[in-house]
């Protein structure tokens, strides 16, 4: 596995060549930049843990670098280079936040004792980092893994609202992590004791959804239950109702859902006495609900009253710090779950993973991973074996070919897994629409749903 990768800035190309043969290894990645401007791109694109900046470059300084370090990848380490005897320009660096420097004809054990010294602070500083990223939060499918400044943010206001009842509107593409974010609001709220109860606007019938939500009482109508339904809304009492998809909640529910909101009451099905609940109210959306106001889709003051709280959640292509420790997790959660021992990915996967734009954002990058698993034989991932499921993935929603390969004795469940693959395929497919996904897969709509509730598709 690539461990560390290093940008020497120098505007010689001597200098850069004979650096690059000096510190060459086969866990090191050297890249090289001949200017500022070389430095700036090479930094953002490939996030070096370490740089060695020469302090002339030309007309330019290298100093210069430091801000913009300090700015755009506070982690990375950087020695910056002086001629010989210059201590005035190293004591200069140092105070402008470089980590340590090297005179340039210093002998070359120096030079690499030094390099080893600040490598050796970068391996300590991504373990530290492993450790807090299994510490900063779980849910159900594992630690929340994020690196970019848009996550971070993500994060900083769940936690703010988890301190707070208040409503709370998700929004951002699926697979973007709004599940993940709600469930993580309820667990780290006050109310982490009582359920969360999630119920997905999109995937219950209209007809249904209503005493779904509300539920009826004795005799509401026919085929109602003799005793009466308690609603998800009385079921979440004292915990938090999590409203999934909700702008595929039909206009007339969206007044009565309004009315629970602020008066903290409901009307069962059929009932006359309002009940009261205690219930906090998140909801998500991978819409955009500001539009749909416009074409009356969705009502305004309902809108405003969800949105107290509001996370957008930006796509995975708009961050793409988080793509490589995303899916180095999923690796070691995948190791675990498979009884597997796969290191990581070549440097090549690493930047076909970097590239892609991953319609489907998380929830696509974990079941790519997730089948590589399943066919891959080396302990490292290549970029074949990714270029292969990448493509098939961007173009599964086209076909109606479920592929599946699956290592027999070497998966717990096969049988489950392939149902579960073939469910989920059609469910994609089928645009989470029931019929379209019974009819996908030939079996009538109720055992549809069975399958859809156990493998917690809905
Ligand atoms: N930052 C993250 N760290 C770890 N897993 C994540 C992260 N974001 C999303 N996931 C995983 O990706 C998948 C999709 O996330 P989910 O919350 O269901 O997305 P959404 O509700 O926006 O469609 C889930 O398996 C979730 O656990
Ligand atoms: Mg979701």
């Known amino acids: 596995m690539l461990r560390y990768r290093i940008l020497i800035v120098d505007d010689e190309q001597i200098v850069r060549n004979s650096l690059r043969r000096l510190l060459q290894h086969h866990e090191r990645e050297i890249l090289l930049a001949a200017n500022l401007s070389e430095a700036k791109q090479k930094i953002i694109e490939t996030m070096p843990d370490l740089l060695i900046v ?5 007309d330019e300084n290298g100093i210069d670098l430091l801000p913009f370090v300090r700015e755009h990848h506070p982690e990375a380490i950087v020695i910056v280079l002086t001629a010989y005897g210059n201590i005035a320009l190293a004591v200069e660096a140092i105070k402008k936040g470089a980590y340590d420097f090297l005179q340039k004809e210093s002998d070359p054990a120096i030079l690499r004792h030094v390099i080893d010294r600040a490598l050796e602070r970068v391996r300590l500083r991504k373990e530290v980092e ?8 779980h849910h159900a499918g594992g630690p929340i893994v994020f690196k970019s400044k848009a996550m971070k943010r993500v994060m900083e206001l769940a ?13 951002g593409e699926t697979g973007t992590g709004k599940s ?8 780290t709220s006050r109310r982490k004791e009582n359920p969360l109860i999630t119920i ?5 019938p209209r007809e249904l959804i209503e005493s779904e939500l ?20 009385e079921q979440a009492d004292g915990g938090t109702l999590f409203l999934d998809e909700i702008s595929d909640l039909a206009v ?11 008066k903290g009451e409901f009307l069962r099905v059929g009932g006359v006495t309002p009940k009261k609940v205690d219930v906090r109210f998140l909801a998500a959306t991978n819409a955009n609900l500001h539009a749909l106001l416009q074409e009356r889709k969705f009502r305004q003051d309902l809108y405003y009253r969800l949105n107290v709280g509001y996370i957008h959640i930006p796509p995975l292509r708009d961050r793409k710090e988080d793509i490589l420790p995303l899916a180095h997790m999923f690796v070691q959660y ?3 779950k498979f009884h597997k021992a796969i290191e990581g990915f070549t440097p090549e996967a690493e930047a076909e993973l970097l590239n892609y734009t991953w319609p489907g954002n998380i929830r696509e990058l974990r079941n790519i991973i997730e089948r590589v698993f399943l066919i891959s034989k080396t302990s490292i991932i290549g970029k074949e074996e990714l270029h292969l499921l990448v493509n098939a993935s961007a173009s599964s929603l086209n076909d109606h070919v479920c592929r599946l390969e699956i290592e027999l004795g070497q998966c717990d469940n096969a049988l489950t897994y392939a149902t579960r693959r073939i469910v989920e395929h059609a469910w994609e497919l089928a645009q989470h629409n029931q019929s379209t996904a019974a009819k996908l897969l030939g079996i009538p709509r109720t055992t549809l749903q069975n399958y859809l509730q156990k493998f917690r598709l809905i």
């Open 252 to 262: 007339e529910l969206q007044s009565k859902l309004l009315f629970v909101l602020e």
């Open 130 to 137: 492993m450790l807090q990223l299994s510490h900063t939060g």
């Open 334 to 336: 995948f190791n675990k």
């Open 200 to 204: 997905n606007c999109g995937a219950i």
């Open 159 to 171: 936690n703010e609202y988890a301190q707070s009842d208040c409503t709370v509107l998700l929004e």
């Open 180 to 187: 993940m974010v709600a469930e993580y609001i309820h667990y």
């Open 54 to 58: 020469d302090y002339k470059l030309g």
């Open 214 to 233: 509300f539920g009826y009482e004795a005799g509401a109508f026919t085929g109602a239950h003799s005793q009466g339904k308690v609603g998800l809304i």
